[in-house]
């Protein structure tokens, strides 16, 4: 190997330094170095440890790779020529944004929405531009903690929204690393923080939902392309499936089976976020509501389901339609509502009617189990429901201490203190529940449905019997519903004792 400046015509040395050695074949090359001599030397012995890598099968080291990185591209690309280094590695000396745009594309080839990649992409190119990078060897973590806490002081931006710039980030280096362009993971130990600044989104109530929907069909104006009969069929479908608002843009009038006797909503793959898309069922009343459309409304099978606005404005428009009805922009938790909002309230009012978990996912098209969590809220009213329905931990209750627990109905109380005697269950029915109680009552039979003392589920279908001369004194034989109810259907039944799973 030699360092050497090459010399002119007229007998005058100029130019860069020249670095001459053979490569992994014994083929005598020539680079063009730098202009300072112990800048190409230290290429030189680069250079020299680099063939010895390439004799033994191996490619690059990190400390090698990271002076490559800084390298001019023209000598990299020569070092790939003479097959010093793959084609992969030479990208790497590449300018930081055309490597960006090279990760755009392999997201669009992996059909990722072009609302997604599009973030993305712009995330990554504002926080590289803002941290000053130009190139892949000067990416480090420092810099960018710097420049997210910048945007969480100075622009106000949400710890949520800073994270979307470290996973976006993240997921550009982990291309570069896995496509073969680095060797090592600059931002392996960036991590995104606790989100206790970001405001939860919230459902609606029964109630609001009602107004909700009163209020876009009773609005006689056309908004964003869509009548308010047509607004009102899109808050019932948001409500009783979960679509996404993006979804509504792209199902077809084709992807409704309606005629069926399980009405089905097909949401396609390709409209789909993450690509999950499926067949969700449909209640008899939205698909009555959305034959009757269709029939009023013909167009072909390919046609858009709803005359949808081709932009993404739909939390604008569940705005107006919320200071119609009169319902604030968040609940009584503090959590704000959007049109997202109705896939929340689709997922809790499911959880309410006892559905499992696993149908919910299937449902709103969730995989994990935080998901469902995270999307189903719990109403006061049934916070205040179960806890009615805990023990009164007294021995002989009186009706005012009954009162004071939250079980506020006298006739409950008084239901109670009749219950007398009980036995085990009959071992032959589990099922069946008897028990003797006194309601002063002589010679009438009767039906009711009330609650077990000793499980607290309900019990149907009860018959009441005189068992002997003693007037009031008597037997309730029953079996047990198939289902847990919310509340005893009156208030002669006695409260479970303990809550609803």
């Not at 590289?128 to 000067?138: K, L, P, R």
């Not at 109530?205 to 069909?217: C, M, N």
């Not at 919320?322 to 604030?328: F, S, V």
């Not at 002997?468 to 008597?474: K, L, N, P």
Request: hydrophobic fraction near 35%; charge should be positive; aromatic fraction near 6%.
């Amino acid at each position: 190997m030699a360092t050497f400046k090459p010399v002119t015509t007229a007998g005058q040395k100029g130019g860069k330094y020249r670095v001459q050695f053979a490569d992994a074949n014994g083929v005598t090359r020539r680079l063009a170095a730098f202009s300072d001599k112990a800048a190409s030397l230290e290429l030189e012995r680069d250079l020299k440890r680099l063939v010895a890598l390439r004799l033994s099968g191996s490619g690059p080291d990190a400390e090698l790779t990271r002076k490559m990185e800084a390298w001019p591209a023209a000598l990299v690309a020569k070092l790939a020529k003479f097959d010093l280094i793959n084609e992969a590695r030479a990208g790497a000396g590449k300018p930081l944004v055309m490597h960006v745009d090279a990760w755009g594309q392999h997201l669009q080839a992996k059909k990722t929405s072009p609302k997604h990649y599009g973030q993305a992409i712009f995330r990554v190119k504002k926080l590289f531009h803002d941290c000053g990078f130009t190139a892949w060897s000067q990416i480090n973590v420092d810099r960018i903690e710097t420049v997210l806490a910048n945007y969480r002081a100075i622009d106000g931006a949400k710890t949520r929204t800073t994270n979307g710039y470290t996973i976006a980030a993240k997921s550009f280096c982990a291309w570069m690393t896995d496509s073969g362009k680095a060797d090592h993971h600059p931002l392996k130990r960036l991590k995104n923080l606790p989100e206790t600044d970001s405001d939860e989104r919230g459902g609606f109530t029964p109630e609001e939902q009602a107004k909700l929907i009163a209020a876009a069909e009773g609005d006689g104006k056309t908004l964003l392309t869509l009548s308010g009969e047509e607004w009102g069929l899109l808050l019932r479908l948001g409500l009783s499936t979960g679509i996404r608002w993006s979804e509504c843009r792209g199902v077809r009038r084709c992807d409704f089976r309606l005629d069926e006797g399980n009405p089905i909503m097909t949401i396609p793959d390709a409209i789909a976020k993450w690509h999950i898309g499926g067949d969700v069922p449909l209640a008899p009343d939205m698909a009555a509501r959305l034959q009757r459309y269709f029939q009023d409304h013909p167009a072909m099978p390919m046609a858009a389901a709803l005359p949808m606005p081709k932009s993404d404005r739909g939390s604008e428009a569940i705005n107006y339609f919320m200071n119609l009805a009169g319902i604030p922009k968040r609940d009584e938790t503090g959590c704000f509502r959007d049109w997202h909002s109705l896939r929340h309230t689709c997922a809790s009012n499911l959880a309410r009617a006892g559905v499992h978990d696993s149908v919910i996912g299937q449902i709103t098209r969730h995989k994990h189990p935080e998901m469902i969590k995270k999307y189903t809220h719990v109403l006061m009213e049934s916070k205040i429901d179960a806890v009615r329905r805990l023990p009164i931990f007294s021995v002989n209750p009186e009706p005012e201490t009954m009162r004071a627990t939250g079980t506020d109905d006298l006739a409950m109380a008084n239901w109670a203190e009749k219950i007398v005697t009980k036995t085990d269950t009959n071992a032959k029915n589990p099922d069946r529940f008897i028990t003797t109680y006194n309601d002063g009552e002589v010679g009438k039979n009767e039906e009711r449905i009330v609650a077990s003392p000793m499980s607290g589920n309900f019990i149907n279908h009860c018959s009441i019997r005189d068992i002997g001369g003693e007037a009031g004194i008597r037997t309730l034989v029953g079996s047990y519903l198939p289902k847990r109810l919310s509340k005893p259907p009156h208030s002669t039944a006695l409260p479970p004792l303990r809550p609803d799973c």
